[in-house]
């Protein structure tokens, strides 16, 4: 049998019965899910909480809430998370400090909740590590961006919009907004090449 790469191939694998065709297809998505969190959160908030917590709390409710996702175009599945991770980091933001209510939270599966979602990061210490410093180097490249710059790789590169629906959601036309990312790659690349040793 052939090994699935596509997230829609994933899903299907998954439907079908293959217990880790989900996590994979969540995988493929933690690093860019891990850049759209850092970015969600005000640069206040990113000090009391942890990104990587914020995204495992993200895809736990993701697996438990599956069901509900309909695949519809590529990018669908992270527009899906990116919306969970909106509700993740209000709720993170409303009980930090707090003693979170004991329904909030999604718990594992245990002896005691048989029926609890497994665990989606199976990942050795080393590869998590790994894959941390490679989201900070992606961080401190894009922090090196002008805003604008910053937000349209941001929607285009990493949430997966198309150049129109960027001009959409920023008002801009097609053509400016095009002209926009051009220029926002362009300098990433630059940032990019003289940070590579």
């Keep these: ?42 640069p206040q908030a990113r000090h009391g909480a942890e990104v990587e917590d914020l995204v495992q709390e993200t895809l736990l409710r993701g697996f ?10 590529p990018g669908s599945l992270l527009r899906w998370l990116s919306s969970i991770a909106d509700h993740v980091i209000v709720d993170r933001l409303r009980y930090q400090g707090r ?3 004991a329904g909030q939270q999604v718990p594992f599966r245990s002896a005691s909740n048989p029926n ?23 961080l ?25 629906e960027m001009a959409q959601r920023t008002g801009r036309s097609r053509e400016a907004a095009a002209l926009l990312v051009y220029r926002a790659v362009k300098r990433f690349r630059a940032i990019s090449d003289a940070s590579e040793p």
């Design 64 to 73: 438990r809430d599956i069901g509900r996702f309909h695949y519809q175009s």
């Design 99 to 101: 003693d979170r209510r």
């Design 1 to 42: 049998m052939e090994n699935p790469t596509s997230t829609f191939a994933l899903l299907e694998h998954a439907r079908a019965g293959d217990p880790q065709a989900l996590s994979a297809a969540f995988e493929k998505h933690r690093r860019r899910l891990a850049v759209l969190i850092h970015y969600k959160l005000s």
């Design 140 to 164: 401190a490249r894009l922090d090196r961006l002008p805003e604008d710059y910053r937000q349209a790789i941001l929607m285009t590169k990493i949430e997966g919009l198309s150049t129109a």
């Design 116 to 138: 609890g979602p497994e665990p989606t990061d199976s990942a050795t210490p080393s590869r998590l590590f790994a894959q941390q410093e490679a989201v900070e180097r992606l």
